[in-house]
């Protein structure tokens, strides 16, 4: 029984420490602002932090934005971006509203001019080459939603 619970325990070992986000660990989607302009359209202003001492290419995102638990809609950025080291990138993407209860939670938002928010995100690492890693990201704070 012995010879059989060992290599069983190991393997369970091994198994519990991979982690397919080993590559970005301590990385950290922020929200710095929403604003929606008189013509409907919703800019999300947005940040990647980086505590690591390595810097990180970013190839693309894809983030499932929430307000007071309820999802607004989603961003997909396809512009690369290089994060330094112990630092962050900002960028500001449109945001593409989830239907009429993601609109009714913007406005509720916009008429508290802040909500709690909780990002999941998909960002994909470029490693070397072609070679890249996709890993999930999930974070919440508080976000100022002003009108333009």
């Known amino acids: 029984m012995k010879?059989?619970?060992?290599?069983?325990?190991l393997l369970l070992l091994l198994a519990g420490c991979s982690s397919s986000n080993t590559i970005t660990v301590g990385?950290?989607?922020?929200?710095?602002n929403i604003a929606r302009s008189q013509d409907g359209a919703t800019q999300v202003s947005?940040?990647?932090?980086?505590?690591?001492?390595a810097s990180y290419l970013v190839?693309?995102?894809?983030h499932r934005i929430?307000?007071?638990g309820t999802l607004i809609g989603t961003i997909h950025e396809k512009e690369a971006v290089?994060?330094?080291?112990q630092n962050h990138a900002s960028r500001a993407t449109r945001l593409n509203i989830a239907g009429a209860g993601g609109e009714r939670a913007l406005a509720d938002a916009l008429a508290a001019g802040s909500a709690a928010y909780r990002t999941d995100s998909i960002i994909v690492i470029?490693?070397?080459g072609d070679s890249t890693d996709k890993s999930s990201l999930t974070s919440?704070?508080?976000?100022?939603?002003?009108?333009?």
């Open 46 to 53: 947005w940040r990647i932090v980086n505590p690591n001492i």
């Open 59 to 62: 190839d693309e995102t894809t």
């Open 66 to 68: 929430f307000l007071n």
């Open 126 to 128: 470029r490693l070397y």
């Open 140 to 148: 919440s704070g508080k976000v100022t939603v002003t009108a333009k």
């Open 3 to 9: 010879k059989i619970l060992v290599p069983v325990l």
């Open 27 to 32: 990385l950290k989607v922020e929200l710095t």
């Open 82 to 85: 290089a994060i330094p080291a």
